[in-house]
């Protein structure tokens, strides 16, 4: 497995409140992290390199090839959960970071079968045989009116409050964290990203760039159409081929 990643804080915001990071393991199975701040740019920079860090130190520590995948959920699920109660208790001891919190998007992928848990509106997407299809569904507001009927997908793609998150990791003392299980074929990619991304570049850009680029400046070129479609937020992307 290959796996590649790279983060940019775009053309407006003055500083990036996103975290990355991605490893892999001696058995040749890899992990990967996207982490998105909120807060203010101090407690959202705070809180997703808290998160980020906490986690992947926690899935780096405890992971053996000899791991089922209820074995891959336990650990990400308790990783996930102690870095909320870590983020959450930080927030109270320092009154300048109340609220703070980030979104996460993580996975390992091992063998066939990629691993993935979620908080907030940072996606997993995963491109097979010339498609793409989005494995997570945000935990936002207008995903809740879209999934009420209130609004339709095209007002859902350019609604004004698309960035108003309902769960967040570190906001609350207790987190409820969505996890699935994917069947991966050779050659599958699985994307994980920031809303900076999914925000700006359409599913089919996305699939149209990567037909069209070297796997290794994959997510530079999709953090550079980001950008020329308007790059209003931190833009971070991890690639994951199989």
């Known amino acids: 497995m290959i796996v590649v990643g790279n983060s940019d804080i775009g053309k407006v915001r003055e500083a990036n409140e996103d975290a990355f990071c991605f490893g892999k393991y001696d058995d040749g199975s890899v992990w990967a992290i996207v982490c998105d701040g909120m807060g203010g740019a101090s407690g959202g920079r705070l809180a997703s390199s808290i998160a980020a860090d906490m986690v992947s130190r926690k899935i780096e520590k405890s992971y053996n090839r000899s791991m089922s995948g209820v074995s891959v959920e336990n650990m990400l699920l308790s990783a996930i959960t102690t870095a909320n109660v870590t983020v959450f208790d930080r ?20 063998g066939s079968t990629a691993c993935i848990a979620h908080v907030g509106d940072s996606r997993a997407y995963i491109i097979s045989e010339n498609s793409i299809r989005q494995l997570t569904k945000d935990h936002s507001l207008v995903q809740e009116m879209l999934d009420k009927g209130q609004i339709t997908k095209e007002q859902f793609d ?68 980001a950008n020329e479609n308007g790059g209003r937020d931190n833009i971070t992307v991890v690639a994951v081929k199989c």
């Open 158 to 225: 350019n609604h004004p409050i698309k960035n108003i998150i309902t769960r967040a990791l570190g906001v609350d003392e207790e987190i409820e964290i969505d996890f699935d299980y994917i069947d991966v074929s050779e050659n599958d990619v699985i994307l994980l990203c920031s809303d900076g991304l999914s925000g700006f570049v359409r599913p089919e850009q996305i699939l149209e760039i990567y037909n069209s680029s070297e796997f290794d400046v994959f997510c530079d070129e999709l953090i550079a159409a």
């Open 91 to 110: 927030s109270l001891v320092d009154g300048s970071l109340k609220g703070m919190g980030t979104t996460i998007v993580a996975c390992v992928v091992k």
